[in-house]
């Protein structure tokens, strides 16, 4: 009855003593989207609807006239627009009323050794149906989800009979109504109590670790249980990244964010610093933040060549011990990685690392120096157009020697240099890739839209309506395929 809040909440599973990385709420007008896109769940199962046969018998003074309606089905529902509500003590109330619905079938009769058969419809109005469910967690941390109570009662109802000696069943039309409203008004709650059940089934195998590439896997157990007041619905979530192949947890923890509420949107979604960082902690324990940059990985309009002629400039000493050698460049992180969030802005703290070894005749790699490499990105990131946009720029850079085999060198020249080609190769295709937007991921056929990314002090909120394009269609996808080994360079 509610498919998009139980879609919100399949990924759900409870792990107490830390604070959430993400929070969602959802508003009463997602709620209230959320029964509507359930109307047209709720017709598809009342059209599919078994109803069982009707038979008994009838006294008519001289005997007793045998009927039986079969064949029954569902010909017509009209399912009109459910009140949704969110209730204290983490319910959810759902009332409709005016639902109509139409059958048709046959019936057969026998009087001695006469026998009669033709055809019928009925049509029954005014059903109210009201349910309530109660969310929760298990002893394992699952979020559960239960069938509280349900009613279902017909105003009235419409019965005409087709064909053979169906006069004779006028007498009876009252009875019959009320036993088909009666056979009706039993179906309908089991029909609501049976996916009730199928969601909270659903919920106890759910896995709650997510593969979001070949490195990385994202953890969102609920932390805490879900808590419900008269506007809103709010899941705190681990939202912590893990490496796949070596996961560990990070030296830092999650510090404490309050998620305001964004009026006149349907959902809320705040993430903080922790989860971006737990994402780069990952790619650094595992070793994964490294690269080995050699000279066939320069562009070849380069004026820069990664020898030790081009070196020169910057360091004089290095073509006289090396002359016209080739070099390689292994570029790590030295520490993780660190984002940190500002109001209407973001930075990321770069500890790296630079070492250079020279490629001999012989094919000896000559170590030459380490550099230590600081870098200080910041920029702007917001949604438009259904895309993540935004701009980074180069904040600081600075390049220090750390140890050196061919003696010491000012870095001065050489740190002007990386800086330029730092913004040529790698700030100028990403922020043309931002300009150009990133499409906003869907998460169970859910699609965030007319959506507004604000970044706060320590955590990113999006406020967004929702649109669901299959509700409830089946279990997440992945869209990656990965080598056999994932170790290597993440740079």
Same mark, same amino acid.
């Given at each position: ?26 508003? !009463? ?7 509507? &896109? ?46 949704? /509500? ?8 759902? &009332? ?43 002893? #394992? ?28 069943? #006028?007498?009876?039309? #009252?009875?019959?109504? /009320? ?25 106890? /195998? ?31 979530? $681990? ?32 993430? =903080? ?20 940059? @050699? ?6 309009? =380069? ?20 002359? !016209? ?5 292994? &570029? ?7 984002? =940190? ?7 990321? $703290? ?21 550099? !230590?490499?600081?870098?200080?990105? =910041? ?16 904040? /600081? ?30 700030? @100028? ?51 990656? &395929? ?10």
């Amino acid at each position: 009855m509610q498919p998009l809040l139980l879609l919100l909440l399949t990924c759900t599973n409870q792990v107490l003593g830390q604070n959430p990385a993400i929070k969602v709420i959802l508003a !009463n007008k997602g709620l209230q989207y959320g029964s509507h &896109v359930g109307t047209d769940w709720l017709h598809e199962k009342i059209l599919s609807m078994n109803v069982p046969d009707v038979t008994g018998g009838v006294k008519v003074g001289v005997g007793t006239v045998r009927y039986v309606l079969d064949r029954m089905s569902v010909s017509q529902c009209d399912v009109p627009e459910p009140s949704v /509500n969110f209730s204290e003590g983490n319910q959810v109330k759902t &009332v409709i009323n005016g639902l109509s619905i139409a059958l048709r079938g046959n019936w057969h009769t026998k009087f001695s050794f006469m026998s009669d058969r033709g055809s019928f419809e009925l049509a029954v109005f005014n059903l109210d149906l009201t349910s309530l469910v109660e969310l929760g967690s298990d002893d #394992k941390g699952h979020l559960s989800i239960l069938s509280k109570t349900c009613s279902a009662g017909i105003g009235k109802a419409e019965i005409n009979f087709h064909g053979g000696a169906s006069w004779i069943f #006028k007498p009876f039309v #009252k009875f019959f109504k /009320n036993r088909v409203k009666a056979l009706i008004e039993t179906q309908i709650c089991p029909i609501v109590d049976e996916h009730i059940a199928d969601v909270e089934q659903h919920l106890t /195998n759910m896995q709650v670790s997510y593969r979001i590439n070949c490195a990385l896997v994202l953890e969102i157990p609920l932390i805490n249980p879900p808590h419900i007041n008269s506007s809103d619905l709010g899941l705190d979530l $681990k939202g912590e990244f893990y490496n796949f192949e070596s996961p560990k947890e990070p030296p830092f923890k999650a510090l404490a964010f309050d998620l305001p509420r964004a009026d006149g949107f349907m959902l809320s979604l705040g993430m =903080s610093e922790f989860s971006f960082n737990s994402a780069a902690y990952a790619y650094y324990a595992a070793g994964q933040l490294h690269i080995t940059v @050699t000279d066939k990985m320069i562009p070849p309009t =380069s004026p820069l060549r990664l020898n030790t002629s081009s070196f020169g400039p910057f360091i004089p000493q290095l073509p006289k011990f090396f002359p !016209n050698m080739l070099m390689e460049l292994e &570029v790590y992180a030295r520490e993780t990685p660190m984002f =940190s969030f500002l109001p209407d802005e973001m930075s990321l $703290k770069v500890p790296g690392a630079i070492k250079a070894v020279a490629i001999q005749p012989n094919g000896t790699r000559a170590p030459l120096f380490k550099l !230590n490499a600081d870098g200080l990105f =910041s920029g702007q990131v917001y949604i438009s157009e259904g895309k993540l946009r935004g701009l980074m720029k180069l904040k /600081n850079f600075t390049l220090t020697l750390e140890s050196s085999e061919i003696g010491t060198f000012q870095t001065a020249a050489l740190e002007n240099g990386m800086k330029m080609a730092m913004t040529i190769a790698v700030l @100028t295709p990403l922020n043309a890739k931002l300009k150009e937007g990133i499409p906003l991921p869907s998460i169970h056929d859910i699609l965030l839209v007319n959506s507004v990314l604000k970044i706060q002090q320590g955590f990113v909120s999006i406020a967004s309506d929702l649109e669901v394009s299959s509700p409830l269609r089946g279990h997440f996808e992945e869209g990656f &395929v990965c080598p056999y080994k994932t170790s290597g360079a993440y740079l």
